[in-house]
């Protein structure tokens, strides 16, 4: 007889744990490892769905004791046992129950009844033919790389490979032609993209190319529509999923590569439980499937760009833009407090105003990006450009009420200056403006300029992203207005001037990383001017040039920012310099959630003595209170990751507050 291993679907850490069932004859041979299945748990004759994780000849206890599975889901999504390894792992790094990681690898279960195809603007018309076209050849740099890639792919301990090229250098090309090799071996490969670059007009290249042997995941496809995609993935139906970082559970039979692009972006990152890291649980998947992979970027997270310098990584760059006659961008840095002196109070820079007015005229067309991405209130000096930091964690200080700026990190706190501590001048202050704010600004300097604002207010509805993006590319607008979402990978070749104004916002954010995303966004809304054979122009705003993330973002130099910025996070003890963990502890009750947070630091530091991590806090979390609940942080940082993990495991079996741990 053989015997069943069980994750009951109940995400809770005491049950997170297999229990084993006899399996009657009746299912002799019908069960499999992975399958739906609806068993007997606890007593009143409860029934409960799990997974089938393990068939086993060996019983765990006396055969007599053991329940009956009821029923299986004979037409259920079967697991691959690679994603039932992925799952397990993911609970063991993440900290997730089983059945929550089982959870997110499992593709979409249900199917929607057949229905008239439409089109989609993320999605291949069923009703339209498309013949794959021959590959485009490929330059000398690109050439090099896709030869690396797969030597290092087909070596005897290949790497993950860091695919380090410039805006507009051709990175999408050599991933088809990695994909299209793949193809030829019988092999399967998923692409990552940020769901924001999902548009039709990107998408159309990779049917181009490969016609229907293309599926896409998205989060505007239906249930039925992800279902689809996921079941031609099992059956090898296509060689390609294209799709944010859900794409990464396809169930392929034979995968064989996986490719991450802007493998930078947070946005691979999962806020909800289990709280992967994209890129972490891509190369774990990989490393079970013995697949390739290959993350690309202009502006590479630091963490991968550690690892190719320690050469854990493979690393490949393209130094050049791919396009004919297409170069990078003239920049220019306007410091914004000059502007000030000499009496201009504008968000328009003289440089930046003269700019639009010229390209205006020429009929070409100007994206304005307004730097708001990790803005919380902050308070800088309009004269200097000092900003509000605290003296123990270098990071910004936060505006709160009553006149308070507080350390989101360890707590300090000072009342607000009346005076720049630096110059003495009474110009101190909060920055604060938003997107309909300047589309009101241009309407007024520029009432000839046909605007387009794209922000979280104009993009809400199914699609809109890919109808502002279409209607932009087509020439509908002479000005593109926007946040982070507009210079995410897109490609609009009659753009010549890139305008960002307050590039000090993201800057200032109370976050370690905020240089490293505040040169990542500048590069790459830089990279969005003159990709079309004309040299572009970027004008950068800002009251602090001299800042290295500001200045060597406007010279595109990767490496020595990376080389300054490394410098800092070992002195600070930061990821990738050190390993780093968040603990949020959240309570209805302010005086419950802080005594939870004493009493878990105290107990830390006292079961981890001979460790001796670091341990910052209890403060109050960036928001202190959401939806009456009080918010309170601590880090921890030690250079173990494994200590981390201890700890994360010792904090867990504290209970009275509701705790979420995140590795950052």
């Not at 990978?489 to 240089?515: E, Q, W």
Request: include cysteine; glycine fraction near 8%.
């Amino acid at each position: 007889m053989k015997f069943a291993n069980v994750i009951v679907d109940i995400s809770h850490q005491r049950v997170d744990q297999t229990f084993q069932y006899r399996i009657p004859e009746e299912l002799q041979g019908k069960v499999k490892v992975g399958m739906p299945v609806l068993v007997p748990f606890g007593g009143g004759g409860r029934k409960v769905k799990g997974f089938l994780v393990e068939l086993t000849n060996v019983p765990e206890f006396d055969e007599e004791r053991l329940k009956d599975i009821e029923m299986v889901e004979e037409k259920g999504n079967v697991i691959e046992d690679q994603l039932i390894q992925l799952a397990s792992w993911m609970k063991e790094t993440y900290g997730c129950t089983m059945i929550q990681a089982l959870k997110t690898v499992l593709p979409s279960k249900r199917r929607v009844k057949s229905r008239k195809a439409r089109v989609s603007q993320t999605s291949l018309p069923e009703d339209e033919e498309w013949h794959p076209e021959p590959a485009p050849s490929l330059n000398e740099e690109q050439s090099r790389a896709v030869e690396g890639i797969w030597q290092e792919i087909h070596g005897e301990k290949p790497r993950p490979c860091l695919l380090f090229g410039v805006t507009g250098s051709g990175k999408t090309e050599v991933y088809m032609e990695l994909i299209s090799r793949m193809a030829a071996e019988g092999r399967q490969s998923i692409l990552l993209i940020p769901e924001i670059s999902l548009t039709y007009q990107n998408l159309q290249r990779f049917y181009r190319r490969f016609g229907r042997r293309v599926a896409v995941v998205n989060s505007r496809l239906s249930e039925g529509e992800k279902f689809d995609s996921m079941e031609k993935a099992r059956k090898g139906e296509v060689d390609l999923i294209i799709g944010p970082r859900s794409a990464l559970f396809a169930p392929f039979p034979r995968l064989g590569l996986i490719l991450v692009d802007e493998e930078h972006e947070t946005a691979y990152n999962s806020e909800t439980s289990p709280r992967y890291h994209g890129v972490e649980t891509a190369i774990a998947r990989a490393g079970l499937a013995n697949a390739g992979i290959v993350l690309g970027s202009a502006t590479p997270s630091m963490e991968s760009f550690d690892a190719a310098m320690d050469r854990r990584y493979a690393v490949f760059p393209l130094r050049k833009r791919a396009r004919s006659g297409s170069v990078l961008p003239q920049v220019d840095v306007v410091d914004m407090r000059e502007e000030l002196r000499e009496g201009n109070k504008s968000i328009f820079s003289g440089t930046l105003a003269q700019s639009i007015r010229e390209r205006l005229e020429k009929k070409e067309q100007i994206i304005l990006f307004l730097n708001r991405r990790g803005y919380a209130g902050f308070i800088s000096c309009r004269s200097c450009g000092t900003v509000m930091k605290c003296p123990h964690c270098d990071v910004s200080l936060t505006s709160h009420r009553g006149g308070r700026l507080v350390c989101h990190y360890c707590g300090y706190e000072r009342p607000m200056p009346d005076r720049c501590p630096s110059c003495g001048s009474p110009y101190i202050a909060g920055f604060g403006i938003g997107t309909q704010k300047v589309e009101a600004m241009i309407s007024r300097e520029f009432p000839e300029a046909r605007v387009l604002r794209m922000d979280l207010d104009t993009t809400g509805k199914k699609d809109s992203h890919s109808r502002i993006l279409s209607a932009f590319a087509g020439g509908e607008a002479d000005i593109l207005l926007g946040t982070q979402m507009i210079v995410k990978g897109h490609d609009f070749p009659k753009v010549t001037l890139v305008g960002i104004l307050a590039a000090d916002l993201s800057l200032y954010s109370s976050d370690f990383r905020s240089a490293e995303r505040t040169f990542q966004l500048l590069t790459q809304a830089a990279g969005r001017a003159g990709r079309a054979g004309s040299r572009g122009n970027v004008v950068i705003q800002t009251y602090n040039p001299e800042n290295y993330a500001v200045s060597l973002a406007a010279k595109q130099d990767y490496i020595t920012f990376y080389k300054q910025e490394i410098q800092y996070r070992k002195m600070m003890g930061y990821p990738p310099a050190g390993e780093m963990m968040s603990l949020l502890i959240t309570s209805p009750q302010e005086e419950t959630a802080e005594e939870f947070a004493q009493r878990l630091v105290r107990d830390i530091r006292r079961e981890f003595i001979r460790e001796a991590p670091v341990l910052i806090g209890p403060a109050d979390a960036g928001i202190a209170k959401i939806q009456d609940l009080y918010r309170k942080r601590i880090y921890v940082k030690h250079g173990d990751r494994q200590v981390l993990l201890d700890i994360r495991d010792f904090a867990v079996r504290f209970t009275g507050c509701e705790l979420q741990i995140d590795i950052l």
